[in-house]
């Protein structure tokens, strides 16, 4: 997965107009990142190791939760998720996949869009070992690359 974050950072350093940046959003000891990749972005050796279907209008969500630790560090943490993306016409559900390499946890779920969309997201998310769950929203515009 290293080589998959290592693509997202770079890409998102030079792909602003097309790709958000990681995104992070603090509910407590938890911090979720997340970003929407075009799957195009993504090497075609990098998405054969990862099960990633590359298509001009399809993208994922990727995610990475990490526990706040007493000492400042942090950790990755498994979490239970559930969560759909939808427009003006049409409601995608997501089937999160987990990947994890070394210390590493994320979960990808792909959808489709159509080029200059804005995408709608939403996510439960519950951290393993948590005792309630966290609701993460946003929207995005996706564009065809």
Known sequence: M???????LILG????GHLQAEQAQQFGDYKVHYSVVNTTFVD??????????????R?????????????????????????????????QFFEFRE???????YYIGSFEFSDEEIRF???????????RSYQLK??????VD
């Not at 350093?13 to 602003?16: F, N, P, R, V």
């Not at 939760?65 to 998720?81: C, V």
């Open 2 to 8: 290293r080589a998959l974050l290592c693509l997202l």
């Open 13 to 16: 350093g030079s792909l602003s």
């Open 44 to 57: 075609p050796q990098v998405a054969a190791r990862y099960q990633i279907v590359r298509d001009k209008e």
């Open 59 to 91: 993208a994922f969500l990727n995610l990475s939760i990490r526990e706040q630790l007493p000492n400042g560090e942090s950790q990755a943490l498994p979490a239970t998720l559930e969560g759909r993306t939808w427009n003006l016409f049409q409601n």
């Open 99 to 105: 990947i994890r390499e070394q210390d590493a946890i």
């Open 121 to 131: 997201f939403d996510v439960q998310i519950l951290p393993e070992g948590a005792s």
């Open 138 to 143: 946003f929207k995005q515009k996706v564009y």
